[in-house]
């Protein structure tokens, strides 16, 4: 009886949840200040790193150092590694991951779905990625990434990873409006370092956010196909997306179907592609 009881208490307390996870990551035995790295000299006292003020320092202060976590990812089993990983942070596994992460090798993308990722499990993703070159896509679908997720994505995904889709969010944050936070909070995965494809399918863009993307795509060198389908963008949304196309020659496919477009938006691509003999033509039959 009182082995089942036990054990009844630990699968209780082994349920995931956003607010548990965020308190064990800042809790976390790893986030303590960091050991001295060189010897004492008469009476100066080395400096130590400032336990984090939040989850997302926690996570950037664990994953600026990977080196501490090699030796426990085997490059063999995603979800074995994911596990691991876990009781070394102190964290109770995330379920969607941990699923997705079963199969991740053979599919070649890990893809979460319809749970919230908390920035523990965002840092343990990226802790273990690099050991996996097969896994060359990241999926999201409605997993409530905000500003601190995209920021981790731009900073730490590693380079073996093309392929990103962040799909079904984007609900209106009146709190983050006209914010930089909010027009910018999809640049994190366009900046990452060696994305080539990304999704944002479903995600309900603000203008100002699809104008961030059209500016930024204006210089962009890497990304060859990007979906915006669904991301209620309007005409009005559409248009700096379609006005960057004229800069990009490195776009090579563009999703901007069920977005409400009209006639409008048809005829600003067709001003966007069209040859300079059509031009020629026009002007002749006006004459």
Not at 36 to 60: F, I
Not at 215 to 224: P, S
Request: aromatic residues 4%; hydrophobic residues 45%; charged residues 20%.
């Amino acid at each position: 009886a009182p082995a089942m009881a036990a054990a009844a208490t630990e699968a209780a307390t082994a349920v995931w949840s956003a607010e548990a996870a965020a308190t064990a990551l800042l809790k976390s035995p790893l986030l303590q200040a960091a050991p001295p790295t060189g010897k004492e000299k008469g009476n100066v006292t080395q400096q130590v790193r400032a336990p984090p003020a939040d989850t997302l320092g926690a996570a950037m202060q664990i994953l600026d150092s990977p080196e501490t976590f090699k030796k426990l990812v085997t490059g063999g089993d995603p979800a074995a590694d994911f596990a691991t990983l876990c009781d070394k942070i102190g964290l109770v596994q995330h379920p969607a991951t941990r699923a997705a992460l079963q199969t991740a090798v053979e599919q070649g993308a890990v893809a979460i779905r319809g749970w919230e990722c908390d920035f523990g499990t965002l840092c343990v993703l990226l802790l273990l990625l690099p050991s996996y070159s097969a896994i060359k896509c990241v999926k999201f679908w409605q997993c409530g990434l905000g500003p601190g997720a995209m920021r981790l994505l731009q900073k730490y995904l590693p380079q073996t990873v093309h392929s990103i889709a962040i799909e079904g969010d984007g609900a209106y944050r009146p709190d983050l409006a006209g914010t930089e936070a909010h027009d910018s909070l999809y640049l994190g995965p366009l900046q990452s370092a060696n994305a080539q494809v990304l999704s944002l399918r479903c995600c309900a863009l603000s203008i100002p956010q699809s104008t961030a993307i059209g500016n930024f795509l204006r210089g962009n060198r890497a990304l060859t196909a990007l979906s915006l389908y669904g991301c209620r963008l309007g005409d009005a949304g559409a248009a700096p997306v379609i006005a960057m196309l004229g800069d990009n020659r490195t776009l090579l496919a563009l999703n901007l179907g069920a977005n409400a477009l009209t006639d409008g938006t048809a005829r600003a691509i067709h001003e966007v592609f069209r040859e300079p003999h059509e031009e020629d033509e026009e002007d002749k039959e006006e004459e």
